[in-house]
């Protein structure tokens, strides 16, 4: 029996791998979008699109097209301004469902139902304020978010808590059984041109999808960094909940820094060893089992 999740994210292109893994997975019961790799507006289309290509009817429901505080931030240097750079594009009918994420975020809140969050945390953070019981109403929260050591979006911060530090601090503190897969955990699972020649020759419409958009991300890290390879972030927190065996996680209390001038959106992690431990409000993913990962990407981009 598929396990039951509801989607937060902001397509982009690793979440665009992350739902097409995530139908092959699990059981999508809704999708709810936020503004961050690109504005809300291309984040919802996105979503449409990807399961447009998937031929899922999945409800795709818009959220937050700002954070709660400060402006918004996107990421087009890395997923272009549509947020899904390279990407061919799919025809289709598809519309959202509604324009109220948080209301489908509490309602399709229930047994056995996790929340996987691939963005900026700014609906569930209002979910949580319209109900502080919600985070112990789903089965589990799942996110792509923070890490340990260097961020992306700054020397410290990750670009999901970062774009929404508020919201971000607000979720940690939720008392949800939240299991978090942040850069140290992320950038262990890697794509490049060895990878996109996996996905040539295979002839499926995610495939197809797939590999001019992993040349455009190949070739916008490349120019970032010189070198032509990814982290594949957002299918983490998918296997995390779907193959939780390949990962080892670790309880860990985690906070996140609002105020520092040069911190602000960091995830402190505190690794102390003190007995006892300080108690947690996460497990947070230390390694993941990349070759096997990589492995279900690629027959997940592959099936019909
Ligand atoms: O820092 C990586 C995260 O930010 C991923 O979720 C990526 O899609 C962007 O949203
Ligand atoms: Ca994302």
């Keep these: 029996m598929d396990v039951k999740v509801v989607i937060d994210c902001d397509p982009g292109l690793d979440d665009a791998v992350a739902l097409i893994l995530a139908h092959r997975h699990a059981e999508v019961i809704g999708i709810t979008t936020v503004s961050g790799n690109a504005p809300l507006k291309a984040t919802t289309a996105n979503a449409l699109l990807v399961t447009a290509l998937l031929g899922a009817d999945t409800p795709v429901h818009a959220g937050a097209a700002r954070p709660l505080a400060g402006e918004p931030v996107h990421a087009s240097e890395v997923h272009g301004e549509s947020g899904l750079g390279g990407a061919a594009p799919v025809e289709h009918e598809r519309v ?178 003190l007995r006892p431990a300080p108690e947690a409000n996460a497990k947070v993913a230390y390694t993941i089992d990349a070759e096997r990962a990589l492995d279900l990407v690629v027959e997940a981009l592959a099936a019909d």
């Design 96 to 273: 959202p469902a509604s324009d109220d994420a948080v209301t489908f975020l509490l309602e399709a809140a229930g047994e056995g139902v996790w929340v996987l969050a691939l963005g900026p945390l700014t609906n569930l953070a209002l979910a949580i304020e319209r109900d502080p019981t919600w985070p112990r109403r789903i089965a589990g929260l799942s996110l792509m978010g923070g890490g340990i050591g260097p961020g992306n979006s700054t020397a410290a911060a990750e670009f999901n808590v970062f774009a929404d530090p508020e919201a971000a601090a607000r979720v940690f503190e939720s008392g949800a059984d939240l299991t978090m897969c942040g850069l140290n955990l992320t950038r262990q699972l890697r794509t490049g041109d060895a990878f996109t020649a996996r996905l040539h020759g295979l002839d499926s419409p995610a495939a197809r999808f797939a590999v001019p958009a992993f040349d455009f991300l190949h070739g916008r890290v490349e120019a970032l960094t010189g070198r032509r390879s990814a982290a594949l972030h957002d299918p983490c927190a998918v296997l995390a909940v779907t193959h939780p065996e390949l990962l080892v996680t670790r309880p860990r209390h985690v906070r996140v820094e609002l105020e520092g001038r040069l911190t602000r959106g960091m995830t402190v992690v505190d690794e102390r060893p």
